[in-house]
């Protein structure tokens, strides 16, 4: 008897319907933004147990493809496969990059602070006072990833920035400031703790969260931070892409 022969794995049920379900997801049979059919009717419609579609369904969710919303359903993502030219090192919006989710409302709020060890440390100036930010980002209600800002007064002010303004201000936290500025840093770590400023307000998923700590630079003083920025992405949502070269 050879006891060295390895018996061959018969190929489970469930990667037969996850490879049906993406077949059906890249011809465009569903398309992204759209739902998913009840979990009885797609089962029956596959001919396979409820048991056996969720298994299929996991996968598309751990590929970025399927999110769940409690409740309400299974919904068709943007396919990460589409987005392989958008990556971290470029200089843009990291939340858009790193989080498989489109919002459909970002909620912003502000409040001014007066210097504190912190903020003279991560803003690398004396500021005698700081706009503390915080955006809440939503998918049908739904909080699904969270920011926090600091930007220096004297940056308020050179760029006339006008707080009450929430569409022209999310403009330059969303978009503007990687125009205007000269280059950044990010740092990623992992955290278990999400301080939401209304604790009322729950992040799904917050308690295992890719934490971004971004510090975007200035084009006319690039020795001082535009803004220092935290990036809140449950790992459930998060895709992130480095490019590794040869130096």
Excluded at 180 to 205: C, M, Q, R, Y
């Amino acid at each position: 008897m050879n006891t060295h022969k390895l018996d061959k794995l018969k190929r489970p049920l469930y990667i037969n319907v996850y490879d049906e379900l993406l077949l059906q997801i890249t011809k465009g049979e569903y398309l992204a933004g759209s739902q998913l059919p009840s979990e009885p009717d797609l089962a029956r419609k596959l001919g396979v147990s409820r048991a056996t579609l969720r298994q299929a369904l996991v996968l598309l969710q751990d590929d970025g493809l399927v999110r769940n919303v409690r409740g309400k359903g299974n919904f068709v993502l943007e396919s990460s496969y589409k987005q392989e030219d958008i990556q971290l090192e470029r200089l843009s919006n990291p939340m858009h990059k790193c989080h498989i989710s489109i919002f459909d409302q970002i909620d912003l709020h502000y409040r001014i602070d007066p210097q504190t060890e912190h903020t003279k440390h991560v803003l690398r100036r004396d500021s005698s006072t700081v706009v503390a930010l915080e955006r809440l980002y939503r998918t049908e209600g739904e909080l699904l990833a969270y920011a926090f800002t600091f930007i220096p007064m004297e940056t308020v002010e050179s760029l006339s920035l006008d707080l009450d303004n929430k569409e022209k201000m999310l403009n330059f936290l969303e978009n503007q400031a990687y125009v205007d500025a000269n280059h950044g840093n990010i740092e990623i770590k992992f955290t278990h703790t999400v301080n939401l400023a209304d604790s009322k307000e729950k992040l799904i998923g917050q308690n295992e969260c890719f934490l971004l700590l971004e510090t975007l630079y200035d084009k006319t003083e690039p020795d001082y931070p535009l803004m220092y920025n935290k990036f809140y992405i449950p790992q459930q949502f998060s895709n992130i892409k480095l490019n590794i070269t040869k130096s």
